[in-house]
């Protein structure tokens, strides 16, 4: 018995130890817990319940040079339920009313929407949706509902806030103004002014402290924002509403006709380089078009004809020849080492001259003007384009500009057949805008500036910074030079291949161009139409450029058919609602016949009278301001001058007398 009481006391004993030494390590943990790994702990489980957001700040408004919101930041708001917050007399005191106040904004029953809160109550949702995509002004008609005045802790409200970007008049130059994104990763993405402008445009974002309620459902914590998001900077661009809508619809429409793949329409002011309008159209699927890509600013190809203006500046600064220069187009065909030149009028143009060669846009006289001219030192001809900076990006205020391709002298891929290439605009390659920068720079006196988007970054009414004109090359030619070739620039409209362009009520000037896209594989051969130059031709006030890609071949593919007609009816729309100012000459040249009339009325308006003047072989108006001046009824018969008067001239004037005049 007392060997069994043992083993008990020992088992006891055994118990009691381990006990203890859990109580032990008990104390340990919790010791640890709290002065070792308690802040680590607390700070998870408050980063699980409690957590900082992100309140984007409102971007900056981007506005068109004549004051019109193109783009705008609104905030919008969603309205939700904790159920559970009011208390049980809140909750019963204010649902009705709270029911009624629903009821007359969505315009439903109220029964409706008391059925629903209760039941949300009393399925205990403490994150029940109640409107989304609010405005502010409703936002605070929310806010001054039953029950949701009261907070929410006491009313239960929970308010979410977003930022929405906003196009007021519709997608102006929709991929010019653009977006800015966030990646999957985190990285910024982005197109156009919004995303080359962010640091202005995006402010400084603020924060707001949120508690969590249920699965992915967070409310805040305080009615307030712990940091206020700070508003960005305004963006002054340079498109005009007016000019960017007559360019648009002009393209949209040749695009359609024509079944185009896609193209593009930028009109820049002549002096500024303000760019006015600036059109990206691409075809959908279903035949539509759309602003798909900035092709006037990323889209690098060979332009075809339009480079000739490079030769003929080349030729003329240079003084190799002159416009009369007559070169043989050999029946529309050359030869450069196996490879051939073709003109596209079947049989060439016979003898021209430099000039004519230019106009018609003669493939052959135009590569033997370079090529006999330039071919002992191709650098030269090169060297002109490179100071004119179009050998590498102009450095636009956009990103994703397209990079020029100009072969140069002594590197790899130039060859004997690469001068003679580039005289009519293959082998090289340009954007549309790099093209149309050269054009302005022969309608502005020789001075060649970037295109501008940007005009002014503004914090409400004050600049914060203003972007000025500038200047790529102070003079690409002599103004002799010059001169010679905006007059046959003028020549291409009026008489050369852009003569169904040509109007008498205004002048314009360009250069057409046709060119072979993808000619190395003929089953993909498809052509690049486009038509660039400025109006008016005497004073130029804008210049444009104009291409389409790939249009029906059923329906035409020439330059001065496809694009051509875009480039006229911009200009036509502009001077049609802007007429010029027409001027009398000698406006202070004096009529005898009127000056005789004037003194014969005059004479007799003067002289103090109380009979019927003689007003016979008067003008009609001349007749009645004389006889009713004198308190005379005058009624007319007839138009032209007095034959006679129902009252004889020297009869005494009564009172209420009625004179009748026949005129002839």
């Known amino acids: 018995m007392a060997v069994v009481d043992k083993k008990i006391s020992y088992r006891m004993y055994l118990v009691v130890f381990m006990m203890f030494m859990m109580a032990v390590l008990v104390m340990i943990k919790l010791n640890n817990i709290q002065w ?49 917050s009011p208390s049980n007399d809140d909750f019963n005191d204010n649902i009705s009313a709270l029911s009624d106040s629903l009821a007359s904004y969505f315009g439903k029953s109220s029964g409706f929407y008391e059925s629903k809160l209760k039941k949300a109550r009393a399925n205990k949702n403490r994150y029940f949706l109640v409107a989304r995509e609010l405005s502010y002004s409703d936002y605070l008609r929310f806010k001054s509902f039953p029950l949701f005045k ?12 977003k930022t929405v970007r906003e196009h007021p008049i519709g997608r102006v130059a929709q991929r010019t103004i653009g977006y800015e994104r966030t990646n999957d990763d985190g990285t910024p993405n982005g197109k156009g002014l919004e995303y080359a402008y962010r640091k202005y445009l995006n402010g400084a974002n603020g924060h707001r402290m949120m508690q969590k309620i249920a699965k992915n459902q967070w409310k805040p914590i305080n009615d307030n924002n712990e940091l206020e998001p700070q508003d960005g900077l305004d963006i002054i661009s340079t498109i005009d509403v007016y000019i960017q809508d007559i360019a648009h619809h002009a393209l949209l429409k ?17 002096r500024t380089g303000e760019v006015k309008a600036i ?34 500046i080349a030729l003329l600064d240079d003084k190799k020849v002159d416009t009369s220069k007559v070169y043989d187009s050999n029946g529309g065909v050359i030869e450069f080492y196996g490879k051939k030149v ?38 030269q001809f090169v060297d002109r384009i490179n100071s004119y900076g179009l050998n590498k990006p102009l450095g636009l205020q956009l990103i994703g500009e397209g990079k020029p391709i100009i072969p140069q002298p ?79 620039l003028e020549n291409v409209v009026k008489r050369g291949t852009g003569s169904k362009l ?20 003929k089953s993909k051969l498809f052509y690049a139409s486009s038509f ?34 875009v480039f006229k009816r911009i200009a036509q729309k502009i001077y049609t609602d802007s007429p010029p100012t027409n001027h009398i000459k000698n406006i202070d040249a004096k009529i005898k016949s009127l000056e005789a009339n004037y003194a014969s009325y005059y004479k007799k308006s003067q002289a103090e009278t109380s009979v019927v003047p003689n007003v016979k072989g008067m003008a009609a108006m001349d007749a009645i301001a004389l006889l009713e001046n004198l308190d005379l009824s005058v009624e007319i018969k007839g138009s032209g001058k007095v034959q006679n008067q129902s009252v004889k001239a020297g009869e005494q004037i009564s009172k209420n007398q009625i004179i009748i005049l026949d005129l002839r």
């Open 36 to 84: 070792v790994e308690g802040d680590s702990l607390r700070k998870l489980a408050k980063e699980r319940t409690v957590r900082n957001f992100t309140i984007p700040a409102n971007k900056g408004n981007v506005y068109s040079s004549d004051g019109s919101l193109l783009a705008t930041s609104i905030p919008e708001y969603v309205i939700r339920f904790d159920a559970l």
């Open 150 to 161: 009261k907070g929410p802790y006491r009313g239960g409200l929970i308010v979410e806030q």
């Open 254 to 270: 040749q695009l359609e006709y024509y079944e185009a793949d896609h193209g593009c329409v930028v009109v820049m002011e002549t």
């Open 279 to 312: 059109s990206n159209l691409g075809r959908a699927k279903d035949g539509s078009y759309y602003e798909t890509q900035n092709y006037a600013v990323a889209e690098s190809h060979e332009p075809g004809s339009t480079f000739k203006l490079l030769d003929l």
């Open 342 to 379: 073709r003109d596209s009028h079947k049989g060439g143009y016979g003898k021209i001259t430099l000039a004519k060669g230019f106009e018609v846009s003669s493939n052959t006289v135009l590569v033997q003007a370079i090529y006999d001219n330039y071919k002992d030192n191709p650098k």
């Open 410 to 488: 002594g590197a790899k891929n130039w060859s004997g057949i690469s001068l003679p290439w580039m005289a009519f605009g293959y082998g090289v390659s340009l954007t549309p805008l790099q093209t149309l920068s050269l054009y302005n720079a022969v309608a502005n006196d020789g001075v060649m500036v970037k295109p501008l988007f940007v005009k002014e970054i503004k914090e409400w009414n004050t600049t914060v910074k203003k972007f000025e004109t500038q200047i790529i090359n102070p003079k690409i030619a002599s103004d002799e030079a010059l001169a010679k070739v905006r007059k046959i």
């Open 502 to 521: 040509y109007s008498k009520d205004f002048s314009m000037a360009g250069k057409t161009g046709t060119a072979q896209v993808n000619y190395k594989d």
């Open 532 to 565: 660039v130059g400025y109006f008016p031709a005497d004073q130029p006030k804008y210049s444009c450029i104009v291409v389409v890609h790939k249009p029906n071949v059923a329906s035409g593919y020439y330059g001065a058919d496809v694009a051509g007609p």
